[in-house]
């Protein structure tokens, strides 16, 4: 087996590693995907498992561990340059000066790079090329897909509850193991989330989940706590927050992010025997809530 190094970042020039069976000088510049960084080393599809469009997240083949630093990358199909982006370091506070980046920092576990975007509009990691290379290449995952679907604010005295309903859909052909919240309960489900976001469209004020309950293992999610999201079919959930600061009346919209398990800070192996863990972040939004 040979070995390839390749090269990140995390300030000025950093180094990622990744180990193979192939020789990264084996690799032409015929590859039809290739994610080449500032000192001139690269990944292409041959170091990719698959690509899941709705999360934006590169499933390698091997384990990467990050070193010194780089500063920026070019993503390429077929030789044409697609998008540049910047090499991000994740202990900094401020956001990316480029819309496109990845992060020095693996958070979701040494075999996933996330290719993330800030910013309002020109996200092209869905670009049809992008999404054409990998799907002839057969590397192309759909993820899941998640709407909501009922929303209601209620006025409680001095604070206000929220129940919603979201529907999930699987758009591959295999099972996934996702975060059920009756199997979790409220509480853990809406602090793993993070919970809706409410915000009075007249006003512009935001109401967040206030995090007064105490429940210290709410992040301990287990197998119990995740129910099978078989391929191709849709599944829906309900759940209900009472942790809302008094909302005004008026017309507000919701939003949520539902969340997947993060390999690196669970103990579970992603590959199931019916399926696999579900990793990664969707989100969804939801109009014309009515508070009278």
């Known amino acids: 087996m040979k070995t390839i190094n390749i090269t990140l970042t995390i300030g000025l020039i950093t180094v990622l590693f990744i180990s193979s069976c192939e020789n990264i000088n084996d690799i032409t510049n015929n590859d039809t995907f290739r994610i080449e960084f500032s000192d001139g080393t690269f990944i292409t599809e041959n170091h990719i498992s698959f690509y899941d469009s709705s999360t934006h997240l590169l499933f390698m083949k091997v384990n990467m561990a990050l070193n010194e630093s780089v500063t920026d990358f070019d993503l390429l199909v077929n030789g044409s ?4 982006g910047v090499i991000h370091r994740c202990e900094l506070s401020t956001p990316p000066p480029s819309p496109h980046y990845i992060s020095n920092c693996f958070l979701y576990a040494d075999d996933i790079i996330e290719l993330g975007f800030y910013g309002e509009s020109g996200d092209m990691r869905n670009n049809k090329e992008i999404i054409d290379a990998f799907k002839n290449n057969g590397l192309l995952r759909n993820g899941i897909s998640m709407k909501i679907d ?4 209620i006025t409680r005295g001095n604070h206000s509850e929220i129940t919603c309903t979201i529907s999930l859909k699987n758009n591959d052909n295999i099972n996934y193991y996702v975060p059920d919240p009756d199997k979790m309960g ?9 919970g809706l976001l409410l915000k009075n469209k007249e006003t ?14 709410w992040e301990n999610i287990t197998i119990n706590d995740l129910s099978v999201l078989e391929a191709g079919s849709e599944i829906s ?9 008094k909302m005004e009346p008026g017309n507000y919209s919701a939003r949520l992010r539902y969340s997947g398990v993060i390999p690196r800070t669970h103990n579970l192996d992603t590959e199931q025997s019916n399926g696999r863990i579900w990793v990664g972040n969707i989100y969804a939004t939801f109009e014309n809530i009515i508070v009278e």
């Open 186 to 194: 409220d509480l853990d489900f809406n602090y793993y989330t993070g």
């Open 150 to 153: 009922n929303a209601e604010i």
């Open 237 to 245: 959930f309900s759940f209900e927050c009472s942790d809302y600061n």
């Open 204 to 217: 512009s004020v935001t109401y967040p989940m206030r995090w007064t309950a105490s429940n210290p293992d």
């Open 81 to 84: 340059r697609i998008f540049e």
